[in-house]
């Protein structure tokens, strides 16, 4: 395989690290891939994007004003969307325009977000979920290409979560054939959108339709908020941006008001319902909450992309930890590289397990999801609350997971790892924000508990249910499951913990209703267990998910890789046995002895991993300009860049600056 050469040398201890290596780095990266002619695929784009320098910063992005930060970032931008637009989308073919490639491309022009990142996030997608033919003709070409850019503008000050209770409205009025957006209240200012503060000139708008004197509910809309000439907003419109928050400093996230601003009847998203002319209301034929289809797509992404946010943080640890020394193990010995300690191998090589149980199992969440869209194309939408309950729920664990192991890849690093030239902490605060946005970590595991509790039920009456519930039909009325200290052992226990958990859950329910409380309180008074069992849930489908898609896909591979692969799964599944003992004893017949062993043989296998942990990161083949990191390049010039990076900071453009003339002399001196 072609490894972009280092224009240093290596560091010696990781060119040791890479002579230890024993399986074909080549052949895991093609697995990661998804097959041999995606890697190259993925490295022909790689070099049109990255080659030409396009994506380098002179300053870096950290060091500039809020202002240059975004001015700089909308050039970035631009050059990378006309790369986007003229030789990528070439490669990927257009309906690829989501492509994970075409994402980690992006990361090396972005340390940060990029203020288009939603335009083609989530204003293309919602075109392409939720407009006619006729509206898809007219606008998605336009936003493709990029002659408009949009945002999604759902959320408001006043609410987020409580999507019904949204207050923007669009009213009809049939004699113009135009509907009326209005922000009512304070509240209903849209609030948070990508790009909406200053980049965007479109925006698709969730709002409560009324028409014919009555509320239907919230629809969508697209609408043209700026000039395209003058880039003014229009009459109408107030648009700005949110200030600085946590992560996302180089977007704007935009605020939004409408008073009394008119659009076209067409500029209404008719895929599912649509308001005649006449101003006759007709809902969807399929599924009330259709409209929602575009958070649906996103957090099936999402799962891939925390496995790409893991990836990168764990090998910027791994190599770090490989060139790293500290502390005398035997006086007069040299200090070990900080890879050896088995308590940083326990934080970091599940993180190389995680990115792949991730990866696979996004791969097979996007398969359940394009299976969907066909049964639905078919009218069918039975299998929709499925989807629904599993993209929820493992777009909350997987972000949630992604920030806990990413920062433990920043506590790995010590010192150094707070750096932002180390480049954690803007992968920190990224992933931070994913466990939030497009529904928070509580809310879409209590969904995923609605569905949960529906099926419980439906076990319990002897109805078969479907796959990733199935296992309810085996357990349910299961007491405590007898410990099996095998991986499909471990795999079933965790089934058993969901199944006792969701059974608790619905006896709680049960037990409070029948005291005198209505079922609304029930659940109320029940969420902290819900959200325990929807979690427990998804870790079951993880755990199932990984184990079964690894052994198919490395079926062809050499011996060597096949073992690696299996060893990580292995780590995958006892990591989480020993972090969930509490549920195995509680649901299971596990002994402490049993518990003992397992955690004898994870510790066993973190030290059979050790010689590998270098080349497993390295098969994720991440180039430097992706991973923007002074501890985690390829040549491991940890020291050396450091320093350089700290060369760059503006405080060092002069050597005394202003402020100790104008303060610092005057206080020593007693005359401030
Ligand atoms: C170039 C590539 C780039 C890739 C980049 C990758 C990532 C970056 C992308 C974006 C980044 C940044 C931006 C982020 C944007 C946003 O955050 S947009 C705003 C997102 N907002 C949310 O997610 C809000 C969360 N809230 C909800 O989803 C709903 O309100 C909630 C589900 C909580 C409840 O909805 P509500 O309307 O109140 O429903 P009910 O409680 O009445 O439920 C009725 C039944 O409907 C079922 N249901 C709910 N949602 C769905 C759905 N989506 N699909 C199918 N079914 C659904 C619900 O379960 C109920 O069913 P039952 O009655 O139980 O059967
Ligand atoms: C970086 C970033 C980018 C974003 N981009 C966009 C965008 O482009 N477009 C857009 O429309 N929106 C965007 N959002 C908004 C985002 O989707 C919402 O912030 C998110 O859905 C959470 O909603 P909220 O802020 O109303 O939180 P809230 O719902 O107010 O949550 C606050 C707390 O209340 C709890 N809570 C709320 N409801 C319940 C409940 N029913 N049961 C139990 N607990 C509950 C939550 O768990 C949480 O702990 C973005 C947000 C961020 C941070």
Not at 302 to 316: H, R, W, Y
Request: proline share 4%; hydrophobic share 40%.
């Amino acid at each position: 395989m072609k490894i972009n050469k280092p224009k240093h040398d290596v560091n010696p201890d990781l060119a040791k690290e890479r002579l230890k290596c024993n399986f074909n780095i080549e052949e895991v990266t093609n697995i990661i891939d998804g097959g041999k002619d995606k890697t190259v695929q993925r490295k022909k784009i790689e070099d049109i994007a990255l080659n030409n320098g396009a994506s380098l910063d002179e300053v870096p992005e950290e060091c500039l004003s809020i202002k240059e930060r975004y001015e700089n970032a909308v050039r970035k931008s631009c050059v990378y969307g006309n790369l986007v637009r003229n030789e990528m989308l070439e490669i990927t073919g257009i309906e690829n325009f989501e492509s994970p490639v075409l994402r980690r491309t992006a990361d090396a022009f972005f340390k940060d977000i990029s203020p288009f990142m939603l335009h083609l996030g989530m204003f293309v997608p919602t075109l392409i979920g939720q407009c006619t033919p006729e509206q898809t003709a007219e606008w998605l070409p336009k936003a493709l290409d990029m002659q408009i850019i949009g945002a999604y503008a759902q959320t408001e000050l006043g609410h987020g979560t409580f999507i019904r209770g949204l207050e923007t409205t669009a009213t009809y009025n049939p004699e113009k054939e135009e509907f009326v957006l209005h922000s009512p209240t304070i509240t209903s200012y849209k609030w948070w959108a990508g790009g909406l503060g200053k980049t965007a000139n479109h925006c698709v708008v969730m709002a409560q339709l009324y028409t014919q004197g009555k509320c239907h509910g919230t629809h969508l809309f697209i609408v043209k908020i700026r000039d395209l000439d003058t880039h003014m907003p229009l009459p109408g419109i107030t648009v700005g941006e949110i200030g600085p928050r946590m992560g996302f400093s180089s977007a704007d996230n935009g605020f939004l008001r409408f008073d009394h601003f008119r659009i076209p009847r067409e500029n209404m998203l008719m895929k599912h319902a649509k308001v005649e002319k006449d101003g006759v209301y007709v809902k969807s034929a399929k599924h009330g909450k259709l409209t929602y289809g575009t958070m649906v797509f996103i957090r099936v992404t999402l799962v891939s992309e925390m496995s790409f946010n893991i990836s990168k943080a764990a090998t910027i640890a791994i190599r770090y930890s490989a060139v790293r020394r500290q502390t005398e193990l035997r006086p007069n010995e040299p200090e070990p590289q900080i890879l050896d300690y088995p308590t940083q191998q326990h934080k970091l090589f599940i993180c190389i397990a995680t990115a792949h149980a991730f990866q696979l199992t996004s791969c097979w969440l996007w398969n359940t999801f394009q299976a969907v869209l066909a049964d639905m194309k078919k009218g069918n939408v039975d299998t929709l609350p499925e989807l629904h309950a599993l993209s929820s729920c493992l777009k909350a664990v997987s972000t949630s997971d992604a920030l806990s192991h990413i920062e433990q890849c920043r506590f790995a690093c010590g010192g150094h790892g707070y750096m932002l030239s180390s480049n954690l902490p803007f992968i920190y605060s990224f992933v931070a924000a994913t466990r939030t946005y497009e529904g928070d970590y509580t809310v879409l595991l209590l969904q995923t508990a609605r569905f949960l509790v529906k099926a419980s039920e439906q076990a319990e009456a002897g109805k078969k249910l479907t796959q990733t519930v199935s296992y309810l039909n085996r357990t349910a009325n299961a007491d405590r499951l007898n410990w099996d200290n095998t991986h499909e052992g471990i795999i079933k226990s965790f089934q058993v913990i969901a199944a006792g958990k969701i059974g608790q859950c619905v006896k709680s329910i049960r037990d409070r209703t029948a005291s005198g409380m209505d079922y609304e309180d029930a659940w109320l008074m029940t969420t902290v267990q819900l959200v325990g069992a929807a979690e427990a849930h998804c870790r079951a489908v993880l755990l199932n998910t990984y184990w079964s898609e690894m052994r198919k896909i490395t079926e062809a591979s050499s011996a060597d890789v096949k073992k690696v692969m299996h060893q990580l799964a292995v780590l995958y599944l006892m990591y989480w046995a020993l972090e969930k003992t509490g549920d195995l004893l509680k649901y299971s017949s596990v002994s402490k002895k049993d518990l003992d062993e397992l955690q004898r043989r994870y510790e066993e296998l973190l030290a059979e991993l050790r010689p590998n942990a270098v080349g497993l990161v390295d098969a994720f083949d991440l180039r430097d300009e992706i991973l923007h990191s002074s501890l985690g390049s390829y040549d491991g010039r940890v020291y050396e860049r450091l320093i350089e990076e700290a060369h760059k900071s503006p405080l060092n453009d002069e050597p005394v600056n202003q402020s100790f003339h104008k303060y610092t002399k005057p206080l020593m001196l007693g005359k401030l």
